[in-house]
């Protein structure tokens, strides 16, 4: 694996490389709220040999730079993923998205159809549904979150999210990880802009039933923040997708449960 950054329009985004390159059908991973590249580690280790595997920190996530100003709605990530594909010199790849990243593939799918070779989804919003964020963060986000300290504001997005994982100490090591770029005054501000970027709005008028592209759905069997229902939504959606319920698995799978999600995958890659 090798890690690099691309100058995208003043902003640098980080990636990681893995595969082969020139070989395979390409694969761009996008993360979701508020994870990072890191989400597929364990993913990438199972995938298939022949791709070429992208995975991306999307912009004020991970290594990549905090947002400022930047728009970081669905559609915005959706046209800086575009120009990393462009940057990298990838004409179509297969798209992997969960959660937020997989309103970002739908997105994609729907909008630049000749650009995405494949759609995978996990645990993905969808439609109008998406968390509501009933939590303490994001009740913050009308009163006093931009006086807290940084580190109580993540420490209030730790508890929110540790039901996500299947196992405890599974979760304490991936948050520690997510979480750590949101702990100083800057990330502050990046953490609340993604929060207040969580719009349905942006998936609800969707037309996913003009996707050509071969799908797959995968969704946790015990996600507390996407119900199940969303994934047999996705499905119905998406004419002719498979549909894969994970026993045990979470609201983040590819943590829980990374050795079926890639299997899923290799099975829509040779579709």
Known sequence: MRGEFLDLDGYR?????AGTRGAGEPVLFLH??????????????Y???GHRLI????????????PGHAAVNVAAHAHRALAVLDALNVPQACLVGHDLGGAVAQ?????APSRVSRLALVNSVGFDAWPRWKTRVARALAGVARRLPAPILAGEAYA?????????DEARRALDVFLRPFALAPGRDALLAHLAAQRPGDTATLDLGAVRAPAAVMHGARDPFVPVAVAHRLHRALGGSTLDILPGARHF???DAPDRVAAVLEGLLKR
Do not use: E, K
């Not at 985004?13 to 490389?17: D, K, Q, R, S």
């Not at 995975?55 to 730079?65: A, H, N, T």
């Open 253 to 255: 799978a590819p943590i």
């Open 13 to 17: 985004l980080y990636y990681y490389a």
């Open 32 to 45: 979701g709220f508020p994870t990072s590249s890191h989400l597929w580690g364990d993913v990438v280790r």
């Open 107 to 111: 997105w994609l799918a729907v909008h």
């Open 55 to 66: 995975i991306l920190d999307q912009l004020g996530y991970g290594r990549s730079d905090r």
């Open 160 to 168: 929110a999210l540790v039901p996500g994982f299947a196992d405890g």
């Open 47 to 49: 995938m298939p040999a």
